[in-house]
């Protein structure tokens, strides 16, 4: 199974500030990693699909970017709603993997 | 728009079997496959496996495959997800989540929460 490792575990910010968050796989994935974002007692939100596609309805301040082993989600300038967890998603090969998360907390 | 509606909340024993539903409205059921997702209580997302409606055709992390059969109803547009000898490990929300040909999930369930007590 391919290992997604996301790190930091926790990031607390301000709002305003730019953030990333770093997800790598244990093998390379090509750009086959998508990014959710999972707000307290919510479902998980599709922010970005195939490392750097854009998806409808999600905040231009959401960007992702990377290739093979390497991947990162910035936001351009926090805001009050982002403060949240988000995980990665791989779908390259079987079994389906997530990393265990990053959580976006207040400063 | 595109919604997905799941089962209430399930309180099981030991050693039992429940099966949890999801109903897609709002766009082709069988264009889509349906794929299911496990939150354990404060922690990360399992992928469990997916149903393509339209064929049948399942696909299961080998973790879950001896504990889990996914079935779908293309007549009332519902994926089922069925599992068996429940222990308190199997406490956790499930969520139903609708995939594709490029593999991520658009849009998701509310979760079912499952809590296994005696």
């Known amino acids: 199974d391919i290992l997604l490792t996301q790190s930091p575990a926790i990031l607390s910010v301000s709002p305003g500030e730019r953030v990333s968050f770093s997800c790598r796989a244990s093998?390379?994935?090509?750009?086959?990693i998508h990014w959710y974002q999972q707000r307290t007692n919510g479902s998980p939100r599709l922010l970005i699909k195939?490392?750097?596609e854009f998806i409808s309805g999600i905040p231009s301040r959401f960007s992702g970017s990377g290739s093979g082993t390497d991947f990162s989600l910035s936001i351009n300038s926090v805001e009050s709603e982002d403060f949240a967890d988000y995980y990665c998603?791989?779908?390259?090969?079987?079994?389906?993997?997530f990393g265990a998360g990053t959580k976006l907390e207040l400063k | 728009q595109v919604q997905l509606q799941q089962s209430a909340s399930e309180l099981a024993r030991p050693g039992a079997s429940v099966k949890m539903s999801c109903k897609g409205s709002?766009?082709?059921?069988?264009?889509?496959?349906m794929h299911w997702v496990r939150q354990s209580p404060g922690q990360g997302l399992e992928w469990i496996g997916y149903?393509?409606?339209?064929?049948?055709?399942?696909e299961y992390n080998q973790k879950f495959k001896d504990k889990t059969t996914l079935t779908a109803d293309k007549s009332s547009s519902t994926v089922y997800m069925q599992l068996s000898s429940l222990t308190s490990e199997d406490s956790a929300v499930y969520y139903c989540?609708?995939?594709?040909?490029?593999?991520?999930?658009?849009?998701w369930g509310q979760g079912t929460t499952l809590t296994v007590s005696s």
């Open positions: 093998q390379s994935i090509g750009t086959s």
């Open positions: 998603q791989q779908s390259n090969s079987w079994p389906f993997t």
């Open positions: 989540a609708r995939g594709g040909l490029r593999r991520f999930f658009d849009y």
């Open positions: 195939y490392a750097s």
């Open positions: 709002g766009y082709t059921f069988s264009s889509y496959t």
């Open positions: 149903i393509n409606p339209s064929s049948g055709y399942t």
